[in-house]
């Protein structure tokens, strides 16, 4: 489901030479899309957070909802934690906390101040059948601290993995050379909407989408042109 980096920055270079606009380097790209990847990545929640505000009546509404759930959706995880017993923990990429659970047993959120007053007594402290959990500064502690982290199944959503464009330089002509990139990671109908906006840091607008979609497919061509 991601998107190639490699077609992503192949499209932008051609546009920009079209466009004379002169040319955006490695390093200035893999800046550039990665603020991007982050800022389209944030916005489906700003647009869910409205669809549930908005009335449910409209024809279309399920549809537009659950293809952005589906969006969200590739950015479902579920890790177990590797740190030492009774420690805090804060999973790799963590951007929304969904359920934390331990042999089966889905642990209770509470806040610091509830914490205090459930473990101060034996009827309702913390126990590994019925265990809890604080989230604080993005660190979670789980109670009783007789839990094994590395027993902890805690499943969240993940933001995106750092894009990048990599290359080897040709010895002989000193051209770049795409080489084990890391892709974008974002769902694939979001192709075109990253390269309007890498553009558009980059100081060209483009108000017709099928500039973007046509340089992207002749790009897609030339690399199945070379594998072959």
């Known amino acids: 489901m991601a998107i190639s980096v490699n077609t992503v920055y192949k499209t932008v270079l051609s546009i920009l030479n079209k466009e004379q606009r002169g040319y955006m380097t490695p390093d200035e790209f ?41 969006k969200i959706a590739i950015h479902n995880t579920t890790k177990n934690d590797t740190g030492d017993p009774g420690t805090s923990f804060a999973p790799d990429g963590l951007h929304i906390l ?52 590395t027993s902890l199944e805690v499943s969240f959503i993940q933001k995106p993995t750092e894009a990048a464009w990599k290359f080897t330089v040709d010895a002989n002509t000193g051209v770049f050379i795409e080489s084990s990139s890391d892709d974008i990671d974002l769902h694939d109908s979001e192709q075109s909407e990253v390269i309007l906006k890498v553009l558009m840091y980059a100081g060209v607008v483009i108000k017709d989408m099928e500039i973007v979609q046509i340089a992207s497919a002749r790009v897609k061509q030339e690399e199945v042109n070379q594998k072959s």
Not at 31 to 52: P, S
Not at 124 to 133: C, D, F, H, L
């Open 30 to 70: 893999n800046k550039i899309v990665n603020h991007v990847q982050l800022e389209i990545f944030e916005k489906y929640f700003e647009d869910l957070n409205q669809m549930v505000r908005q009335p449910q009546n409209d024809a279309d509404y399920a549809d537009r909802l659950d293809y952005l759930e589906e």
């Open 98 to 149: 969904g359920t934390i659970s331990y042999n089966g047993s889905e642990a209770q959120r509470v806040s610091k101040k509830e914490f205090y007053n459930i473990n101060k007594s034996p009827l309702t402290k913390p126990t590994e059948v019925y265990p809890i959990y604080t989230l604080d500064s993005g660190k979670i502690t789980v109670y009783p601290k007789t839990i094994v982290n």
